[in-house]
């Protein structure tokens, strides 16, 4: 069956059947096979694509322009629109959407990036909200696929930490898309939405995959890849001491590898990651809490295990697989 996603707009893997999310990885991997072999694209020749940044970002700016560079596009990078605040988002989206052939933004409130879709009149991509984050979890599914090398019904997610947070959020509808087991561990009172739980158990049934909400890390006995992500998120930093205290418990070392029984057991990060001080907070979390490291320990992130990097990569293909797919001359 063909798939036509011409049009559409990506703000949350939900609006996505396995089918169309299937579609997405496969193109990415051949538009990464492509830029593999120095063969440079035409796919958004004469398209012009704009980057709307609330938030501060290195992956998701890089990824979205050199995608669109690959394939022959022109990119406006702007963080200084009146959107918002002397113009309504509406407003913004209508005169964007007769610039422009797609719209990527990236900020806090998974609201504005629904109204801009809503009004814009072209594809607009969700490059992170406070809710989500769907093109980091098109390129984790991508690097699961490459490392692993099985059908997705044959894997093991476990994400460790913050289980409400927009990383946690995309895996878990993701992976209940495709068909993947995935367990959130983490405290209690920062278990996932019930909204977005109950959506992600109703992709669940369909598909085959078991959804597993815990504070128990023995659940990750026998999984593929644990997957982390930074205690605090952007605009969450004040609340630093307190998830500390939290989510210590939860902290992916070498201990916890070892628990989930698989020598070969993938680790996962969406990055950054705080896994040693040489970061301005990491050196003030060394100073007030004498913490070496905070979600992950370095020995970790550096090990063989660690696909991190192979994720981070794969944030350019995946990015293009979209906008190409969106919009693009295909």
């Known amino acids: 069956m063909p798939i036509n996603l011409r049009g559409k707009s990506l703000l949350t893997l939900l609006d996505f059947t396995p089918m169309e999310i299937g579609y997405l990885i496969d193109l990415s991997r051949n538009l990464k096979a492509k830029k593999r072999s120095g063969i440079m694209g035409h796919a958004l020749e004469n398209k012009n694509i704009v980057l709307i940044f609330e938030k501060t970002s290195t992956r998701t700016r890089c990824a979205f322009e050199v995608a669109v560079f690959d394939e022959g596009g022109r990119v406006t990078f702007l963080t200084n629109s009146q959107m918002g605040v002397k113009e309504s988002i509406e407003d913004t989206a209508k005169v964007l959407g007769r610039f422009y052939d797609g719209i990527e933004f990236r900020g806090y409130s998974q609201s504005t990036v629904e109204i801009l879709a809503r009004h814009a009149g072209v594809p607009v991509w969700n490059g992170l909200t406070d809710s989500f984050h769907p093109t980091q979890a098109l390129a984790d599914l991508l690097t699961l696929s490459e490392h692993l090398q099985r059908p997705f019904n044959k894997m093991k997610l476990c994400y460790l930490g913050d289980a409400r ?4 959020n995309s895996l878990m509808i993701g992976a209940a898309k495709m068909g993947i087991n995935f367990s959130a561990i983490g405290p209690p009172s920062l278990f996932p939405e019930k909204k977005i739980l109950r959506a992600a158990r109703q992709s669940a049934e369909e598909s ?26 952007l605009g969450e930093e004040e609340k630093l001491s307190e998830r500390i205290s939290l989510l210590e418990p ?42 070496d490291a905070m979600e992950v320990t370095d020995s970790v992130f550096r090990s063989k295990n660690s696909v991190v990097f192979d994720q981070a990569e794969n944030r350019i293909h995946t990015a293009k697989a979209v906008m190409v797919a969106t919009c693009g001359l295909v």
Request: glycine letters at 4%; proline letters at 3%; charged letters at 25%.
């Open 250 to 291: 939860y902290q992916v070392n070498e201990n916890l590898i070892k628990k989930t029984e698989n020598p070969d057991v993938l680790f996962m990060h969406c990055l950054p990651a705080f896994h040693d001080d040489k970061t301005q907070i990491g050196a003030k979390v060394k100073e007030e809490f004498q913490l």
């Open 165 to 168: 947070n927009n990383m946690s």
């Open 208 to 233: 085959g995959a078991r959804i597993e909400i815990s504070d128990d890390i023995s659940k990750v006995v026998g999984a593929d890849s644990i997957y982390t992500d930074v205690w605090a998120s």
